[in-house]
C-alpha cells in the first residue's frame, strides 16, 4: 500500500485540518513541508501538483494528488466514523464545510495570517476592520449551534468539527477575543479532548519526512 504524502505548511490551518485527521484515523502518511512565505508552492514543480498553487495538497498515490483541504478530509473520512453514513446527517457535515470555507476562513484565518504570520497587521489595518466584523458573525454563528448541541452535527465529533477547530482555536491570532463565546470555547476543549488530539504546531517527528 502507498504511503500517503501531505504537502503542508505547518502554520496552516487549512494543512493542519488533515494532519489532525490522518493521525486521528491512525493512517500513516509523510508530512513534505511547503514554505508558503519563500514561494515553494508557485514552482512549476508544485504547481503539476495543485494548479492553484495553494496547499495542503495530498498524494494518494504515484502522480494522484488531491487538493482543497475539505475535499480532503471528505475523501479521507469516507467509511469511518468521521463522516455520517445518514445522508441528512451527511448533508449537514457538508453544509458547515461549506459555511467554513465561505463564511468562516476568508475572514479568521486571512486576518491570522496578515497578523501573525506575515506580521503586517499594520498595513491592513483598513480591510482587517472588515474582516473583523465578517469574522465575528461567523463567530456568532456557530456560538448560537453550540448552545445546545455539544459538537456540529449529530451530537458526535466528525470532520465538520475539526474543519471549523483549525481557525478558531488560534483566533486570537488574528485579533479575535473569544470571551464572549463561551459555548465555542467549551467546544474547543472537547475537541482537544478528542483520542489522538495533535496541536497546530506538532511538527510529527515521528513521521518520515524524507
Do not use: C
Amino acid at each position: 500500500m502507498n504511503r500517503l504524502r501531505l504537502y503542508d505548511f505547518l502554520p496552516s490551518g487549512n494543512g493542519y485540518k488533515i494532519r489532525l485527521l490522518l493521525i486521528q484515523l491512525g493512517v500513516p502518511f509523510e508530512r513534505i513541508d511547503i514554505n508558503i512565505l519563500a514561494g515553494e508552492s508557485r514552482t512549476s514543480e508544485f504547481l503539476n501538483k495543485s494548479p492553484n498553487g495553494k496547499i495542503p495538497v495530498l498524494e494518494i498515490e504515484p502522480n494522484r494528488y488531491l487538493a482543497e483541504s475539505n475535499a480532503i478530509l471528505i475523501h479521507l473520512a469516507e467509511g469511518t466514523e468521521f463522516l455520517p453514513y445518514d445522508r441528512f446527517l451527511r448533508a449537514q457535515v457538508f453544509q458547515w464545510l461549506f459555511f467554513e470555507q465561505y463564511s468562516h476562513e476568508p475572514f479568521i484565518a486571512t486576518s491570522r495570517f496578515w497578523i501573525s504570520i506575515l506580521k503586517r497587521g499594520k498595513e491592513y489595518q483598513e480591510e482587517l476592520k472588515s474582516k473583523q466584523e465578517k469574522g465575528y458573525a461567523a463567530l456568532q454563528v456557530m456560538e448560537d449551534h453550540l448552545r445546545s448541541h455539544s459538537f456540529f452535527v449529530g451530537e458526535r465529533y466528525t470532520i465538520a468539527d475539526i474543519a471549523l477547530f483549525a481557525y478558531t482555536h488560534v483566533a486570537d491570532e488574528g485579533d479575535f477575543d473569544l470571551g464572549e463565546f463561551p459555548s465555542i470555547q467549551a467546544w474547543l476543549e472537547r475537541v482537544k479532548s478528542q483520542p489522538r488530539y495533535i496541536p497546530i504546531d506538532d511538527k510529527l517527528e515521528f513521521i518520515n519526512q524524507n
